[in-house]
Antibody
Framework: QVQLVESGGGVVQPGRSLRLSCAAS????????MHWVRQAPGKGLEWVAL????????YYADSVEGRFTTSRDSSKNTLYLQMNSLRAEDTAVYYC????????????WGQGTMVTVSS | QAGLTQPPSVSKGLRQTATLTCTGN????????AAWLQQYQGHPPKLLSY???NRPSGISERLSASRSGNTASLTITGLQPEDEADYYC???????????FGGGTKLTVL
């Protein structure tokens, strides 16, 4: 069964760091582009980051550029999002999502993990 | 990074037809088209269509997508209570090298 399971969310103070994980099963991360998408409470979806299937490149939204880094561990088939210098506006449910083979959509989503940045 | 434009809400009656729109520009919707996602409160999004009118397996044939220029549309016929949800469009922006989403449309089935 193709599945993504996020973990690592929680409550963190502004300026601190947090690392999210996204464990994949039923497929190999190294065969797909993978993304992070977030959703602030009561708001819409916001794309956060992309890592290419071969790890050759990454792209980030302006709002997180320089603070967030995505990576993956092929041996664990797990995707990561390292979030540094967290701000209140980073409070959201964070989803990892698989990019469909033709690059046109996100076809598999995790259940999400909540990150709350608050003092 | 500007997103795609969707109407905040659409209301239609049971068994009627709803058409949701998503407007971008030539670098995103007008380039590769848009994908459509459905989201229920408290749940992750679910892919409904991609490359304008391709449906993943298991998605109802009552849903169809299309594109005209820089505007993508999702049409749902024979509206049912379970169609009441939030709908998002998404596309890759080739100029900005980012993915963009619409703000979402809340579909209410009366």
């Amino acid at each position: 069964q193709v599945q993504l399971v996020e973990s690592g969310g929680g409550v963190v103070q502004p300026g601190r760091s947090l690392r999210l994980s996204c464990a994949a099963s039923g497929f190999t991360l190294s065969s797909c582009n993978m993304h992070w998408v977030r959703q602030a409470p009561g708001k819409g979806l916001e794309w956060v980051a992309l890592i290419f299937y071969d790890g050759s490149d990454e792209y980030y939204a302006d709002s997180v550029e320089g603070r967030f880094t995505t990576s993956r561990d092929s041996s664990k088939n797990t995707l990561y999002l390292q979030m540094n210098s967290l701000r209140a506006e980073d409070t959201a449910v964070y989803y990892c999502a698989r990019e469909y083979g033709d690059g046109s959509a996100f076809d598999i989503w995790g259940q999400g993990t909540m990150v709350t940045v608050s003092s | 990074q500007a997103g795609l434009t969707q109407p905040p809400s659409v209301s239609k009656g049971l068994r009627q037809t709803a058409t949701l729109t998503c407007t971008g520009n030539s670098n995103n919707v007008g380039n590769q088209g848009a994908a459509w996602l459905q989201q229920y409160q408290g749940h992750p999004p679910k892919l409904l269509s991609y490359r304008n009118n391709n449906r993943p397996s298991g998605i109802s044939e009552r849903l169809s997508a299309s594109r005209s220029g820089n505007t993508a549309s999702l049409t749902i016929t024979g509206l049912q209570p379970e169609d009441e949800a939030d709908y998002y469009c998404s596309a890759w922006d080739s100029s900005l090298s980012v993915w963009v989403f619409g703000g979402g449309t809340k579909l209410t089935v009366l």
